[in-house]
């Protein structure tokens, strides 16, 4: 949020306009969500809504990036990153592909394309919520496993996003462009596998 954007207020029916918004976001993309629509599913009166957010566009960012928070905060905060480093990149790859591959994954990353262009500030929040959440969670994991002599790495942000990349190997171009949208778990354990094996060949310790 810059210093001339409006501030959201918080309040008591702040989650229930933040649910109703997710829903008509979802599923009608940003240029076709009405704010009359978003109202009438939340169940507040369109007054009520605006005392929250002063205009679509503040109510769609706010409504992804606590959504992505949610989202990469679950998937990831959970893995244990004691155990070998294997087993833990294993499952790391694991829940990024789960998560490009769920509908509202693909939904979310389309709705941020096309709305991009228009609005920078969209783009860059979903940057901010999504890869770049990811992409500090991974730093901050192989900082450890460097410590305990697991990986070597000078490059943690190249290292990181080389990881990324590896797990959207294939499955990702084949879901964004329709190709396929139900992969088998034949088809996931083969990429995070490969994805795995790759990056250890380069930094393993």
Excluded: N, W
Excluded at 2 to 30: N, S, W
Excluded at 99 to 110: A, D, P, V
Excluded at 173 to 196: K, L, M, N, P
């Amino acid at each position: 949020m810059t210093a001339h954007e409006p501030r959201i207020r918080k309040g008591r029916k702040y989650d229930q306009v933040l649910d109703g918004a997710r829903e008509v976001f979802m599923g009608a993309g940003f240029e076709g969500a009405s704010v009359d629509d978003i109202a009438r599913v939340a169940g507040v009166s369109k007054a009520t809504l605006y005392s929250y957010f002063p205009d679509k566009r503040l109510l769609f960012l706010e409504v992804m990036r606590v959504e992505c928070s949610a989202q990469a905060g679950t998937a990831l905060s959970a893995i244990d990153t004691t155990r070998p480093v294997r087993e833990v990149l294993c499952e790391t790859a694991e829940r990024i592909i789960g998560f490009y591959t769920s509908e509202f994954g693909l939904r979310i990353f389309r709705i941020f394309v096309a709305e991009s262009a228009r609005f920078p500030d969209i783009g860059r929040a979903f940057y901010e919520t999504g890869p770049q959440m990811g992409r500090r969670y991974l730093i901050g994991y192989f900082e450890q496993a460097i410590g305990r002599g697991e990986l070597r790495i000078d490059d943690l942000a190249l290292a990181a996003d080389q990881f990324y990349e590896l797990c959207r190997a294939d499955l990702f171009a084949r879901a964004i462009f329709c190709v396929s949208d139900d992969f088998s778990q034949a088809e996931r354990d083969r990429v995070a596998q490969g994805a795995v094996d790759t990056f250890l060949a380069r930094y393993g310790g």
